[in-house]
């Protein structure tokens, strides 16, 4: 179900983004301007940290004036000290050598005592390098964490974790600089979010403790303790404001509410303390419950919040003991020190944040302690060859006067010894480097790029799967690897190893949330359940039990030519390492040629099937076609004074045309007769013969029943037709009796093409006495009848043969077909039989085609009388 628009979520985000940006940037311009400019600006001579103008902090040059802390300052140069802005407005506007003059009294006497303070610049002349990088460091990394912190939001708008991560994050900008040294017209604004992070930070990282990646056992059985501590830390904001606000402009307001302030700073700072031990603690609890990725998640982050915060929270107490401010009186390098240990706990955080798989502390800090020292070997190889390169230079152009050509060749071999490291020998040592300490990745890399090969050359789905998982999980060290193949609508579990049973009858959708998310994205997809703004959310409770038995971290599609072949589940490695971009880019290459391989081997499959259906049907159709040939006339009856000839030519393997001729045994006295039969059945095909078969069948049996009542026989061959066929399926026939003595022909036309008795020039069309059969159940028919002659040729044919086509779709035509007939029994050689006949007609009518394929059954009856 899509989501709406975070409208509210990305407009609040514009107004954290709005002030948080304001802070980093003025504070940014602050450092830069020390940074450029150091050795002429001047530094205050002591600090105010209380919400009075007492003083908390004194530099050197301002106890060489006789300041003190505690000391409470009356006014400056002569303005009185009313706000703290005076002192950083003051500063701001002296330089290096000016004289500040300071008026202040001392415990409880009222005496006004005078300081006069030589402003000292901020930084000295000369400042080692090693200073000003930290300097840029300092600088750097809380606008770094801002815009990691905004970025996680913006992409991650309804997620509480992401709005943590930024609380979080944003408060190591104010941290590193005073905001009161800001200044400007928007030090208001910079100043409430001063005190919107010191609120938010720990309870933001109290809150991720209790719900990162999921919520905390401790939390359930203690929900209440969270609230305790946040409800204060809310109610001092307001106080907070107030105290920040009258500092900054008007001590007076917060005269007789000093010692009440500090208590409760002292108590807030004792909350925040009490948020970030809750924060420990749940995160404890889930390090000792969870397993898998989250435990590594968990560890991670306890170590490195614990090793980060525990020298900054050493830096606070001591404040607090001393009533200082933060760093005061505690050597530089010691506050240095603490800070870039800091720096450690929002780099843990991103990390377990953003790597979607996290290794364990163990294997990342071995790795990469060997990793650093092995490729910093080479750096200082390089270091160490310029500086003999540049030594030999200077020495070379030292000594003009004493040149030799052994000289000059020496120095451009250096020269070439320096470049060939630079660029050839180094690269190689950076090779051999990764290839030492990743050595698992490259071997993976060589041996599935073979197997992305020979995935092309496999035509048969199980060798290929069971050739495929296997080199995968041995590769990289996977045990659980599954694969689901598309069949129909579905992807069915084809394949599992290591997986339990449950998941066996298990199948995907073609429009499950796994399939939908894989289309989209045409890449591996991750599979984390301990992430709330996973895709897997969405998915159904069956597809991520599923996912679940079968331990799936990473879902790599198998891309057919148009849609999805398949899926492959693969579940963790054997190291717990998360899979690498370069395991992922591996992966999908396999991918690819694997899921073109299963289209081809299904495409195989489907062939072979396919010509083996048409072998069976092909065999079935000729088993079909001996039977219809024998249900012809296999033996001609013997009639005196008859010759008889018949010929069906399908245009297909059976047909649905019909002839017969079969003796009727005599009946009340008469002779033996002669039955001649003749039908085209609609269609063509298995089904025409078929309908032919029961047609035979039932004239047959009808004629022996109904001896000499041609019309009741035919209305009872009608009914039998039509209850053994369909509506659509219906028959033109023809059906006669001929008595060989007296030469009588009585017969019965069922809307077929009339029979002609050619008599010399004269042609006799026996016409229609009746409908169609097969198509009503209950129809009338009338029989009919004529006496042959000596010389008489009775024809009959199916529209096969008067409706042959040539390949322009000529038709031969009944009226051009008789003409040529008659023509036919004037030759000689096309009278001397009936089978003569039959063989000339049907020579004329392949000659009229021309060998153009036919498309109807060509069906001849002969019929001579001698």
Known sequence: MPQKPAHLQYFILAV????????????????????????????????????????TTVQPEGTAAGLARN??????????????????????????????????????????????????????????IWEMALQIFFTVIPIFCVFTGLWVVFARPRSPHAWYILGILCYFDPLFINTFQIGGPTLPFTLFWNVVVQTAMPLCLMFLGVYFPQRSPLDVRAPRVKWLITIPLLLFFPIDLISTYGVAWNYALLSGFNSLLYKLNVIENLFGI?????????????????????????????????????????????????????????PQWIDFTAFFILLLFPLTLAYVVVVQRA??????????????????????????????????????????????????????????????????????????????????????????AELSDEARNFTEVDPLLNTITQRIGATLHIDRIAVFLRSGDNYR???ATGAPASV?????????????????????????????????????????????????????????????????????????????????????????????????????????????????????????????????????????????????????????????????????????????????????????????????????????????????LMRHVNRLVYESSTTNRYATFFYAELDPQSRVLTYVNAVHNP???????????????????????????????????PGDVLLAFTDGISEAMTIDDEEWGEDRMLACIQQLLSEPDCTASAHQILNCILEAADTFTAGAPQHDDMTLLICTIH
């Open 493 to 495: 579990l084809q394949l």
């Open 755 to 789: 029979p002609v008795i050619l008599r010399g020039k004269e042609i006799i069309h026996l016409d229609a006495t009746g409908t169609v059969i097969g198509l009503i159940p209950d129809a009338p028919y009338a029989r009919a009848g004529i006496v042959l002659q």
């Open 16 to 55: 954290v983004a709005a002030l948080a940006l304001l802070h980093a940037f003025g504070s940014a311009r602050f450092s830069l301007q020390i940074l450029m400019h150091g050795t002429t600006v001047v530094r205050a001579p002591f600090y105010c940290n209380n919400p009075q103008p007492v003083i």
């Open 274 to 330: 009490a948020a970030i031990s809750w924060f420990f603690a749940t995160l404890g609890t889930n390090l000792r419950v969870l397993s898998g990725d989250a435990r590594r998640r968990i560890r991670i982050l306890y170590i490195g919040t614990s090793v980060g915060l525990t020298p900054f929270f050493l830096l606070v107490l001591v404040s607090l003991i001393r009533r200082t401010d933060l760093g005061a009186d505690i």
């Open 359 to 448: 290794m364990d502390v163990r294997i990342l800090v071995r790795q990469g302690t060997k990793y650093f020292f092995a490729r910093q070997s080479v750096l200082i190889l390089s270091i160490l060859i310029v500086l003999w390169m540049s030594w030999n230079i200077s020495r070379f152009f030292a000594s003009a006067g004493h040149r030799h050509t052994a000289d000059i060749v020496h120095l451009f071999v250096i020269i070439a010894i320096f470049f060939a490291f630079r660029f050839i020998i180094s690269k190689r040592l950076q090779l051999a480097i990764d290839q030492r300490f990743f050595r698992e990745a490259y071997s993976t890399e060589h041996l599935l």
């Open 71 to 128: 000391d409470t300052v009356l006014a400056i140069n002569g303005q009185p000290f009313s706000v703290l802005t005076v002192l950083y407005d003051q500063t701001r506007n002296s330089s290096f050598g000016d004289t500040m003059k300071v008026e202040f009294t001392r415990g409880n006497s009222s005496v006004i005592q005078t300081a006069l303070v030589k402003m000292t610049p901020v930084l000295p002349e000369k400042r080692p």
């Open 504 to 712: 066996n009858s298990f199948a995907l959708t073609a429009t499950s949330t796994t399939i939908s998310v894989l289309n989209r994205g045409r890449g591996p997809a991750n599979v984390y359940r301990d992430d709330p703004s996973s895709w897997l959310i969405d998915a159904s409770d069956a597809e991520r039990t599923a996912l679940a038995d079968l331990s799936t971290e990473l879902l790599v599609p198998l891309p057919g030519r148009n849609s999805l072949a398949g899926v492959m589940a693969l579940g963790p490695k054997r190291s717990e390492e998360p899979y690498s971009r370069t395991d992922r880019q591996l992966l999908q290459s396999i991918a690819s040629q694997t899921g073109l391989a299963l289209e081809n081997a299904e495409l195989l499959q489907n062939l072979t099937t396919e010509v083996a259906h048409r072998e069976r049907v092909s065999r079935e159709i000729e088993i079909a076609r001996e039977v219809q040939e024998r249900l012809f006339p296999q033996v001609y009856p013997k009639v005196p004074g008859v010759d008889l000839a018949g010929y069906c030519r399908p245009a297909q393997a059976v047909g649905g045309d019909y002839y017969d001729f079969f003796i009727l045994p005599a009946w009340q006295g008469d002779e033996e007769r002669l039955a001649l039969a003749l039908g085209d059945i609609s269609g063509k095909g298995i089904s025409a013969a078929l309908l032919m078969a029961s047609l035979r069948a039932s004239l047959r049996s009808a004629a022996l029943l109904q001896p000499g009542d041609l019309a009741t």
